[in-house]
């Protein structure tokens, strides 16, 4: 199998203090595989790594030992970053320049004609819902969500084949949160692969195909989010919330069915179940009782327990 | 996806964009307001010194231009010199632009030519100015002496920018600015930093004063303000012999400084 990122063994030492110079290990011996045209999820706590590896891969800094190669390339070789996307986090760019020129200076860095620049410009900060009366704002007068925004349109201007983002929803409202995953969402559609670091564990769960969670510098769990949850010994569940009907008159059906409870809410009832094989019974006895469906979604409740237990 | 990528980059395309962007935040961020305060005070002079300076005025103007000049170029080159790489790593903006195509020796190169380029316009906005000046108080027969030594502070500071670009690939700005302030001073005179090796008697002070002056540049090479009031134009031996000492020693600097870049890294 072909990984569009492989990490062997990648170690990072800082050195702190001033006359007595100390070493801080920041990433201690990371291994780690990623398949091409997934979302990949990056966990971790504050100071696990996460940034200072994806400052390595992008040549930000540099390993004290341990390679890592990107579309098969060593990522000391730049040449790759035509191929790749970047967005830091909190991304601060040159506040003197507009959002339109910031994305035209980077499209000449990647050597697209002025007519492509243009394009690509109004193309992406539409796409990342930046309004277009504030393409000719300079971005020191920006927000930190309108920065994000910025940073995730600059970070696409090449077409990337796989596209990096460290906390990639700072800083974003509600909103905007949603928007911007259902961006991510649609780069996977179009086969970009992306590594993405995040605090927030309903982000991972809503995009998220295979996770790789690092603590104190090491990797601690990876693979798929579905399977390290099996593992975990959780499993996944489905919750249906339906009207019209209330708790009282569906309990002694939905009591039936093994693993399933119920709620009562606000106009109706919520219920959960254990088996995706069970949700039909839900629905044919919420209709039976003259109740309709309001939604249906898969929840992983237990993402925070896996968190929770592989970085402690 | 990616047909646009197979795109040449080109080096020269890559520093030309970095170089432009430089002059474009040296401009937004008001540095050539400093010619507001030079054109104030060149007219102040063409006005005022008439009284003052009987028959003197186009000596003094050139005097005083030229030095302002000089002055006002030192503090650009070493205030924004300093600061051209520094702040882009404060303000982590060098994050977003090394995650493209680019080399750190494009980068810095880029940074410099973009100096440069602000530089260029500073002095020949001010060279106008001197030339308006002398001009409107005996009729412009200085203005021909005036323009080869314009020539020659435009390379001094080329150099200044070099140097300072150099102490802050790795120290502080506000060291980075002291050092490369020092080194204008000391090379400025340079003659009498040899003077002083040779009449030292320690033979250690020799060499430590020796050394000194073949390490720092001799920017010496670049002074002919007093000449040019006098109406003297600087030899085309030294314009040239000048240009190349520039050329050769901002090479030199600007590869340390590039080696020294390379190395860093962005925390």
Redesign the interface.
Known sequence: MSYIIEIENLTKD?EVGFWKKKKVRALDGLNLRVESGQIFGFLGGNGAGKTTTI?IL?????PTAGSAKILGKDISD???????????EN????D??KASELMN??G??????SA?RKRKTAELLTKVGLDEKDWNKQLRKFSKGMLQRV?LA??LI??P?IV?LDEPMSGLDPIGRREIRELIAGLRE???TVFMSTHILSDIEALCDNVAILNKGKLSATGNLNDLLQQSGERQSFEINVKGVTAEALKNEISQIPGASINSKANGANIQVLEETDIDKVLQIVREKGGTLVSIQPVKQSLEELFVAKTN | MNQENSVRISISNTIRSIALNTFREAVRDRVLYNLVVFVLLITACAIFLGDLTAGQEPRVIVNLGLSAMLIFGAFISIFVGVSLVSKEIEKRTVFAIFAKPIGRGEFIVGKYLGLCLTLLINVLVMGIGVSLALWYVEGGALVGSIWGTIVLIFLQLTILTAVAILFSSFSSPALSALLAFFVFVIGNFSASLKDLATHLGSSGAKIFFGIIYYLLPNLAHFSFITNAANNETPPAAMLGGAFLYAVVYNIILISLTVLIFSRRNFK
């Open positions: 800082y400052k992008m040549s930000l800094i540099f730049t040449k790759i970053h035509s191929r790749i996307g970047y967005c830091p991304p601060y760019f040159y003197y320049l200076y980077f000449e860095l990647f050597g697209f004609d492509t940073g600059q970070s090449n077409d084949e990096f179009k086969g970009v």
